[in-house]
């Protein structure tokens, strides 16, 4: 080696990486300021990031799992979160970077102060890191979550499987998530946090966020909002109160069909009476470098582009099946073979008022006109029960059968024997599953054309 050769020791890349990190604070301070349209398309991804990488239009995939450091100095900055890197694809990766920071924005748009983003392989995973560092095992003390029991299928299986029977959390199902004194019956000293689903699969339940969230918060206790179905384009609960958002990346904010993943957003500063002054001041990045980084849900680089492609349109494309949506709800509501019909933009719906509070079409319709939208997600109940609902379902020609939904291709399942299955019969009674319920995921086919596959569906009914 060269007596001239200056080795750089890692305090250098530690005073260097305080400067990245606030560089890179003071460009997304700038992306904020824009339209929601605009970070859709572009997130934080700029001309001076497109030159460094070739010049690239669009965010690069990267597919290395590991990354190439300097020297020795460098690498101990990195891993000690001092210096930003990628270190390792389990970790963090530029792709999935570049998503979680927009979707960071996206959940952020209209609220105040820091909002980060991390980004998990699933939906269900999403869940799972959201809510399982809250139930850290403390001596001599029982813990218990309170959670709307209208809920997905696979979060009711968490919470009552793995976390009630195999940690023997005590699980506090709501029955009624509009009742607020139900909620505040079922918090106590030993709750770890509040759990609901906005509006919620299949039977578009929905809560009052804002006024949730202010009995949450006397209790110091954090509120978990799942808000796969509204997205970011109808309803954004950091700005209601709401301390931790959980998308499901594989439903309508992926609507090509071809992604499975997640994300955990948060704003900074939540309450909690369990953990560490760093879980309470970036929930995210705390999640992201320590149980993230241990437990392993991530997300692929794939799945990260295609997912940053899609997003690109989710305002017009929730917009396109909200209105889809609307059409079919007040088709079927009309229909003689229809027993009820679940959608939270009928004026017969118990949840009507509090979704007309909350769900809004991000920055207006066309001429910016604030405007209601309810999503792209019904259900009803066939006259005649379990057999009648069974032969419509079977009879379908356009619409799909299949358990997902938030695509651009119409998809239906029966949730009593798809979905929420795996309950029993208890369990969907708690969660208000009819077993004569049909779930429709309203696609961006002409809705005469799903119209008239409905019609013909229930006329197949003797």
């Known amino acids: 080696m060269n007596s001239t050769t200056i080795i750089p020791h890692t305090q250098d890349y530690v005073a260097r990486g305080a400067e990245l990190m606030t560089a890179a604070r003071q460009h997304r301070d700038i992306v904020r300021q824009r339209r929601f349209d605009t970070i859709a398309v572009h997130g934080i991804y700029?001309?001076?990031?497109?030159?460094?990488?070739?010049?690239?239009?669009?965010?690069?995939?990267?597919?290395?799992?590991?990354?190439?450091?300097?020297?020795s100095a460098q690498m101990e900055a990195a891993l000690a979160y001092q210096y930003p890197g990628w270190i390792y694809t389990r970790v963090a990766n530029p792709t999935i970077y570049y998503l979680e920071a927009t979707l960071a924005l996206l959940e952020g748009y209209g609220c105040a102060g820091d909002v980060n983003a991390f980004a998990t392989a699933s939906g269900t995973s999403a869940v799972f890191m959201a809510t399982v560092p809250f139930l850290t095992v403390e001596a001599g003390h029982r813990m218990n979550i309170v959670a709307s029991a209208r809920c997905y299928g696979g979060t009711?299986?968490?919470?009552?499987?793995?976390?009630?029977?195999?940690?023997?959390?005590?699980?506090?199902?709501?029955?009624?998530?509009?009742?607020?004194?139900?909620?505040?019956?079922?918090?106590?000293?030993?709750?770890?946090?509040?759990?609901?689903?906005?509006?919620?699969?299949?039977?578009l339940a929905m809560f009052d966020i804002q006024a949730l969230a202010d009995i949450v918060h006397s209790h110091n206790l954090?509120?978990?909002?799942?808000?796969?179905?509204?997205?970011?384009?109808?309803?954004?609960?950091?700005?209601?109160?709401?301390?931790?958002?959980?998308?499901?990346?594989?439903?309508?904010?992926?609507?090509?069909?071809?992604?499975?993943?997640?994300?955990?957003?948060?704003?900074?500063?939540?309450?909690?009476?369990?953990?560490?002054?760093?879980?309470?001041?970036?929930?995210a990045l705390y999640c992201k470098t320590l149980p993230f980084r241990d437990h392993g849900p991530s997300l692929s680089r794939f799945n990260a582009l295609m997912t940053l492609n899609d997003l690109r349109t989710l305002r017009n494309r929730i917009d396109q099946l909200s209105r889809h949506a609307m059409k079919v709800a007040l088709f079927l509501q009309s229909h003689p073979k229809v027993e009820q019909v679940f959608y939270p933009g009928l004026p017969s719906m118990p949840e009507y008022e509090v979704a007309q509070r909350y769900m809004w079409l991000v920055d207006g319709d066309e001429n910016g006109a604030e405007v209601n939208r309810y999503s792209h997600?019904?259900?009803?109940t066939v006259k005649g029960g379990i057999q009648a609902a069974r032969t419509a379902f079977d009879n379908f020609q356009i619409i799909f059968r299949g358990t997902d939904l938030g695509k651009t291709k119409s998809v239906a399942t029966i949730p009593a024997i798809s979905t929420h299955q795996q309950q029993g019969d208890t369990g969907r009674d708690l969660a208000a599953v009819l077993p004569h319920q049909i779930r429709l995921s309203v696609g961006a086919e002409h809705p005469d054309d799903i119209m008239q596959d409905l019609d013909q569906a229930l006329s197949a009914i003797s």
């Open 156 to 203: 009711f299986m968490l919470f009552s499987q793995r976390y009630a029977l195999e940690r023997g959390v005590d699980v506090r199902w709501v029955k009624n998530p509009l009742d607020l004194d139900e909620w505040t019956r079922q918090i106590d000293s030993d709750t770890r946090f509040v759990f609901g689903e906005l509006p919620s699969n299949p039977g």
């Open 46 to 71: 700029n001309m001076e990031q497109a030159m460094a990488n070739q010049g690239s239009v669009n965010e690069p995939m990267y597919l290395s799992a590991a990354q190439h450091f300097e020297n």
């Open 377 to 380: 997600l019904l259900s009803f």
């Open 222 to 283: 954090p509120l978990i909002v799942d808000s796969t179905i509204a997205t970011p384009a109808l309803i954004r609960p950091l700005c209601h109160g709401a301390d931790i958002v959980i998308q499901s990346l594989s439903k309508a904010i992926t609507s090509g069909g071809f992604v499975i993943g997640g994300a955990v957003i948060s704003h900074s500063d939540i309450l909690s009476k369990v953990g560490s002054d760093e879980l309470r001041a970036n929930f």
